[in-house]
Every structure is written in C-alpha cells, then in structure tokens.
C-alpha cells in the first residue's frame, strides 16, 4: 500500500459537513438561536479561517484515522480501571498497568516493544536513554538531518559539557549531514555518509530550533533505507517528538529501530503530567530501559502512583483529538501571519509533519512581543510578563510562554525561541484552534 496517497483519498470523510456562512458567523459573533452578538475574533482571522475550511475537514479524517487505531490498541490490551492502581516504592505490585500501557504504545507506533514512563522527565532524558543504550565506547553517531536540538547538544558532547557524562566523554565520536540549501535532508550526502563504524544515525523528525522542514513519514522512510543500503547494521534512532499522530504513520513502521518522545507533548494528550517514552525493537527497548533503571532491572520496576497512572492512558487516548486541534492552529498562524508579510515555516497550507509553526519576526523586541501577547492570552498565568534568560540545556537566551495547566505542556499551547538571528518564534500545541484565532489576535495588536 503507497504512503503517498493523500489522506483525504485513504480516509474517506467521517461525517458530511456542510459550509454555512461561517465567516459571517464568526465576525459578527451571532449565536444562529440565541441571537447573542460579539466580535470573537479579529478580521484577518475570520478570513483565514473561512479559507481553511477543506484543509480542517482533511484534519479531522485524520484524526479519524489515528483515533480508531488508538481505540483498537486499547482494547486489544483488554484495558480495564484496575489498570489505572498504580503503584508504590519498587513498583512491583501495579495490577498491569505498566504493561498494559507498553503494549498500547507498542501497537500503536508499529513497534516491538515499548516502555512508557512517568520518571521520564522529558524527551530528551528519554532520547538520552536511547543513544546510551546503543552507542559504546568507539562507535560513532551519525546525525543525518543537521544539528539535533539544542539540549541534546551537551548530550553528545558538541558543546562544552566538561565531564559530566557526555557521549564524548564516553568515547563516541560524532558526525552531523549538514541539511540541503532549501532545509530539508541532503540526499546526495547521505547517500556516501555512513561508514562501517557508524554505530547509530539519528534523526530528528520536527524542526527543533532551526529554520527547516520537518521530515516526513516517506522522507524518513527513504532515509532509513539509504542509511541501511550503506550500513545494515546502523541502527536507526528517531526523535519523534511533535511528530505523533500527525501522519497516519509513525517511523517505526516503515523501519526505524527506536524512536523516542515526551508525554507532555503530542502523546500525552494535554493531561498526562510528565513521562516520556521509547519504542522499537523489543531487544532495544530493553537495553534503553536499563540505562533508565539499571541492568537487571530494566521494565519490571519503576512505580508510578494512580491518578498519574490513569493520565497517561486517558493522555494517550485523546491524543489524535489533540494534535489535530494543533495542526489546524498551525495552519491558522501560518495563513494570517504570512497574510502580515512574515516569513512562516511551514508555508500556508503546506501538509504538516510536526505541530510546530514557525514565523520568523526579524528582531529582538518582536520575538518578546509575541510571546508576552501569548502569555497574557494564556488561561493560566496571564498576569506573567516572560522575560528571556539563560535555561539549562539552551546555548542562547531563550523566551518561553506557556500559560499551561502543566508546566512546559508544549502541547496545550505555547511558544518559544532563542533570542538569536533570525529571532524565529516557534509555536506549539492548543487544546482547540479557537485559542490560536484568539491569541492571534492580541498578537496582531501587539506586533
């Protein structure tokens, strides 16, 4: 079966939508029976989102799609409220939950194996946990997709981590395939950049803080096979973070070996209040689940109390619903912002592949004025004024806004960046594309 079929072909309309006056609705704010009148939201969005109506249907088949996958998981897994105990101390006694969770995760990212786990404090801690389980003292880790983000940078080594326990420090060496001119992978250089002593090649799925494409299911899966027609035993290991249940497919079914992601962002739904994930291999999962407990411990241990228990299933199961919300608000910051002049990635209308929007503002004091109007549109927090500073794991000042039930929650809504050339705000994550409409609004006033 093709991967590039459409989804809007592969994912018949669920339900049959009909198009009303829907910017006169919205603009004017009237209520079809109640005949309430109020300007909602600002012309500019009114007018983007009257002419997103397909691409938002398209969202929701897909939605459609990975929700039925969700739901099919669950029940194979014969999920039951015994499953939301948890657990104290060693976290021997959990009533299968654990594994339950696992398997859930596992069927649903085409993996092996999984291990899901709330003392994964974010993704990269859980990447981190990924690259130590493969990589040993001379071998060599390929990132084929530029430089990695920019809290994996003293994971690795590129930056100064003096001793504290960096891949460097450990004996591995490191190689990054620069992208191409227009952002994406540089096929021409993949295809003579792995050597029999490359060990793992790494690739990050969403855009980080870098002014490029993410990548696709079927660019991923064209550069796991260049990768593995060079090296059949370099292993493959995907950052997904941003990336599930943005496609209809996840990199593991079309041939990565580990992939790796927090649950405070797109698979936790907005409610799962920490954790993250790795996935794959089952051998490989194994080895990653050492490095987070310790060898001989690997899955059977770690306890994580009810009510969090219960959040990450419950996470798991709204989390189609919740990304789909996201890639219409990225839609909508791209149409209206470009509509402004400002260079977007990615382009209006263009297909996603991750929930990240980026719009490149030029300057310092637009980069802040952005995320203070975010901010104090936030639902929690919005007395805040974000200030940039320096946080552990950056190379650049960064400026966050994240007015979030949970803190650092880039899937509810947010934004971010580095206060760097070319001052890029990246924006992330909405629990409905109604919060984007508002919130662009006060940053159109701001900006």
Same mark, same amino acid.
């Given at each position: 079966?093709?991967?590039?079929?459409?989804?809007?072909?592969?994912?018949?309309?669920?339900?049959?939508?009909?198009?009303?006056?829907?910017?006169?609705?919205?603009?004017?704010?009237?209520?079809?029976?109640?005949?309430?009148?109020?300007?909602?939201?600002?012309?500019?969005?009114?007018?983007?989102?009257?002419?997103?109506?397909?691409?938002?249907?398209?969202?929701?088949?897909?939605?459609?799609?990975?929700?039925?996958?969700?739901?099919?998981?669950?029940?194979?897994?014969?999920?039951?409220?015994?499953?939301?105990?948890?657990?104290?101390?060693?976290?021997?006694?959990?009533? %299968?939950?654990?594994?339950?969770?696992?398997?859930?995760?596992?069927?649903?990212?085409?993996?092996?194996?999984?291990?899901?786990?709330?003392?994964?404090?974010?993704?990269?801690?859980?990447?981190?946990?990924?690259?130590?389980?493969?990589?040993?003292?001379?071998?060599?880790?390929?990132?084929?997709?530029?430089?990695?983000?920019?809290?994996?940078?003293?994971?690795?080594?590129?930056?100064?981590?003096?001793?504290? %326990?960096?891949?460097?420090?450990?004996?591995?060496?490191?190689?990054?395939?620069?992208?191409?001119?227009?952002?994406?992978?540089?096929?021409?250089?993949?295809?003579?950049?792995?050597?029999?002593?490359?060990?793992?090649?790494?690739?990050?799925?969403?855009?980080?803080?870098?002014?490029?494409?993410?990548?696709?299911?079927?660019?991923?899966?064209?550069?796991?096979?260049?990768?593995?027609?060079?090296?059949?035993?370099?292993?493959?290991?995907?950052?997904?973070?941003?990336?599930?249940?943005?496609?209809?497919?996840?990199?593991?079914?079309?041939?990565?070996?580990?992939?790796?992601?927090?649950?405070?962002?797109?698979?936790?739904?907005?409610?799962?209040?920490?954790?993250?994930?790795?996935?794959?291999?089952?051998?490989?999962?194994?080895?990653?689940?050492?490095?987070?407990?310790?060898?001989?411990?690997?899955?059977?241990?770690?306890s994580t109390p009810g009510d969090v228990?219960?959040?990450?299933?419950?996470?798991?199961?709204?989390?189609?619903q919740m990304v789909g919300e996201a890639?219409? %608000?990225?839609?909508?910051?791209?149409?209206?912002?470009?509509?402004? %002049?400002?260079?977007?990635?990615?382009?209006?209308?263009?297909?996603?592949?991750?929930?990240?929007?980026?719009?490149?503002?030029?300057?310092?004091?637009?980069?802040?004025?952005?995320?203070?109007?975010?901010?104090?549109?936030?639902?929690?927090?919005?007395?805040?004024?974000?200030?940039?500073?320096?946080?552990?794991?950056?190379?650049?000042?960064?400026?966050?806004?994240d007015g979030t039930f949970i803190d650092?929650?880039?899937?509810?809504?947010?934004?971010?960046?580095?206060?760097?050339?070319?001052?890029?705000?990246?924006?992330?994550?909405?629990?409905?594309?109604?919060?984007?409409?508002?919130?662009?609004?006060?940053?159109?006033?701001?900006?």
């Amino acid at each position: 079966m093709s991967l590039s079929c459409s989804v809007a072909t592969r994912y018949p309309s669920v339900y049959p939508l009909r198009r009303s006056s829907c910017a006169a609705v919205l603009s004017a704010g009237c209520h079809p029976t109640t005949g309430y009148s109020a300007q909602l939201f600002v012309p500019e969005v009114v007018k983007a989102v009257d002419s997103l109506y397909s691409d938002f249907r398209q969202i929701d088949n897909l939605v459609a799609h990975n929700a039925t996958r969700v739901l099919k998981a669950f029940q194979n897994a014969r999920v039951g409220s015994h499953h939301f105990g948890g657990s104290t101390g060693y976290g021997h006694d959990e009533g %299968g939950g654990r594994e339950a969770l696992d398997n859930i995760f596992a069927e649903v990212f085409g993996a092996e194996a999984a291990i899901v786990r709330s003392q994964f404090f974010s993704g990269t801690h859980a990447i981190t946990c990924a690259l130590f389980a493969i990589l040993r003292p001379g071998d060599e880790l390929l990132a084929v997709a530029g430089a990695p983000y920019d809290t994996l940078e003293e994971v690795i080594g590129i930056r100064n981590s003096p001793r504290i %326990g960096s891949l460097k420090d450990f004996g591995v060496s490191y190689r990054e395939v620069p992208l191409s001119i227009d952002g994406g992978l540089n096929w021409d250089a993949l295809a003579n950049a792995v050597t029999p002593q490359t060990k793992c090649s790494f690739i990050q799925r969403s855009c980080g803080y870098a002014w490029r494409k993410s990548l696709s299911i079927l660019e991923i899966q064209r550069a796991i096979e260049i990768i593995k027609m060079q090296n059949p035993d370099c292993m493959v290991i995907v950052d997904n973070c941003y990336g599930e249940f943005v496609e209809a497919y996840e990199p593991p079914m079309v041939g990565a070996d580990l992939i790796a992601g927090s649950l405070i962002k797109n698979p936790g739904g907005t409610i799962a209040p920490c954790g993250g994930y790795v996935a794959g291999r089952k051998s490989l999962v194994e080895m990653a689940a050492a490095r987070l407990s310790a060898p001989g411990l690997g899955v059977d241990c770690g306890s994580t109390p009810g009510d969090v228990m219960r959040l990450l299933f419950q996470g798991l199961f709204l989390s189609p619903q919740m990304v789909g919300e996201a890639i219409k %608000g990225g839609l909508l910051i791209a149409e209206v912002m470009a509509s402004k %002049g400002l260079k977007v990635q990615p382009l209006p209308r263009h297909p996603r592949h991750d929930t990240v929007q980026a719009v490149q503002l030029g300057c310092r004091e637009r980069l802040i004025a952005f995320c203070e109007a975010v901010q104090r549109s936030s639902h929690i927090g919005s007395f805040i004024k974000p200030t940039a500073g320096c946080t552990p794991g950056y190379a650049s000042e960064v400026i966050f806004a994240d007015g979030t039930f949970i803190d650092g929650s880039t899937s509810e809504l947010s934004c971010d960046g580095p206060l760097r050339e070319p001052f890029t705000v990246f924006c992330q994550g909405g629990t409905h594309w109604t919060q984007w409409a508002f919130v662009l609004g006060k940053v159109l006033e701001t900006i």
